[in-house]
């Protein structure tokens, strides 16, 4: 079946640092994959996303590229404010056999804090 | 633009109780999901709904049930509540396409005790 992994957190920066969050997939078929941010009190909100190989998606000064040959989708920033603190969810989207529907499949998500 | 929304915002239930979670969206989509969100495993599909008066099950659709009666509202019912449903369950709502992007609604926080 399909799962993702992400890299346990939580994960405690001081504003301006580098921010990596690993995740890597398995998956039968082709998949698309995203990056979800969850703030306090609030649904989740699509922050970038990539539908094929290579794909870089970026967002919010986000970016993530889909690697196949390594199943992977890490989340990067260059450098976070405190207004980034949320959580983080990687997913993964596959079609239902055929059809233009399907389902996604989370990471269990990454708790991001930033501090001034 | 209202996007998706959820009623109620929270909720407590007594073991047994029975109630209804509405979701609605304004954007004309085809798809509605349904999910719960429970500390570290992220959030899991409990039903889904690929049209008017179409359901069908996630990976935990057991003790709920779902309705679209129209495409704009997906309805998801306890019929009994246990303390394992305490959660927060999130809608979300998608168009047709690849890899078509979900929208989630705020949710809804349910205790059952």
């Known amino acids: 079946g399909n799962s993702v992994t992400q890299m346990e957190g939580p994960v405690t920066l001081s504003e301006e640092a580098f921010l990596t969050i690993n995740c890597t997939y398995t998956a039968t078929g082709y998949p698309s994959l995203f990056w979800y941010v969850q703030y306090p009190g609030e649904g989740l909100q699509l922050l970038l996303k990539a539908t094929k190989a290579d794909d870089k998606g970026s967002n919010k000064g986000f970016e993530a590229t889909y690697r196949k040959e390594t199943t992977s989708f890490h989340l990067e920033k260059g450098s976070v404010q405190v207004s980034d603190s949320a959580v983080y969810f990687c997913a993964l989207f596959t079609n239902a056999g055929g059809t233009s529907y399907g389902k996604l499949t989370f990471g269990q998500g990454t708790i991001l804090t930033v501090h001034p | 633009n209202a996007g998706v929304t959820q009623t109620p915002k929270f909720r407590v239930l007594k073991t047994g109780q029975s109630m209804t979670l509405l979701c609605a969206q304004d954007?004309?989509?085809?798809?509605m999901y349904w999910y719960r969100q429970d500390p570290g495993m992220g959030l899991r599909l409990i039903h889904y709904s690929v049209g008017e008066g179409t359901t069908a099950k996630g990976e935990v659709p057991d003790g709920y049930n779902v309705s679209r009666l129209k495409k704009q509202n997906f309805l998801l019912g306890l019929e009994s509540a246990a303390p394992s449903q305490t959660s927060v369950y999130f809608c979300?709502?998608?168009?047709?396409?690849?890899?078509?992007?979900?929208?989630f609604g705020p949710g809804t926080r349910l205790t059952v005790l």
């Open positions: 954007m004309n989509h085809e798809y």
């Open positions: 979300a709502s998608s168009g047709t396409g690849r890899g078509n992007t979900q929208y």
